[in-house]
């Protein structure tokens, strides 16, 4: 019977550029770990960690200063072609957040999508009484 070594070479990991650096995330949920703090002695020893989420969320559609300043020659924000941009802008922002998988479960999401009327007393972190 052959003894059999584990292989415990490292993996090989393409060098970070700036672009991957502060790209836009390929995910929808970053983890960042920092602060670890030993504490204890010996066996007793054992190390914590500070543990951020944070979700990622599309940017809104950008705003129209330039739109709405007094005297310019068009309709300005009430433009018919700067109204259809804008409802693009929006449609997109929707589907964006309606297909994140962190989101697309809320009850709030759907309502804020399908409910003709806005529950004024809803409160997403209560459980409601019947």
């Known amino acids: 019977m ?6 415990t070479r490292r993996l090989f990991s393409k060098p970070q550029n700036l672009n991957d650096a502060y790209g836009p995330p390929s995910n929808f949920l970053e ?7 030993t ?14 989420l944070k979700v990622v969320v599309p940017p809104l559609p950008g705003k129209a200063l330039i739109r709405q300043l007094p ?13 259809e941009e804008r409802r693009q802008g929006l449609e997109q922002f929707l589907n964006k ?14 309502m ?12 997403p972190s209560k459980v409601r009484q019947a």
């Open 71 to 83: 005297f310019r020659g068009d309709d300005g924000i009430f433009d018919d072609s700067f109204i």
């Open 2 to 7: 052959a003894d059999t070594i584990a292989d």
């Open 31 to 37: 983890i960042d770990v920092s602060n670890p703090e």
């Open 39 to 52: 504490i204890g002695v010996g066996r007793n020893r054992y190390t914590t960690y500070e543990v951020r």
């Open 97 to 110: 957040v309606a297909g994140h998988p962190l989101a697309q479960n809320e009850r709030c999401l759907h």
């Open 112 to 123: 804020f999508l399908q409910d003709e009327s806005v529950d004024k007393n809803y409160t």
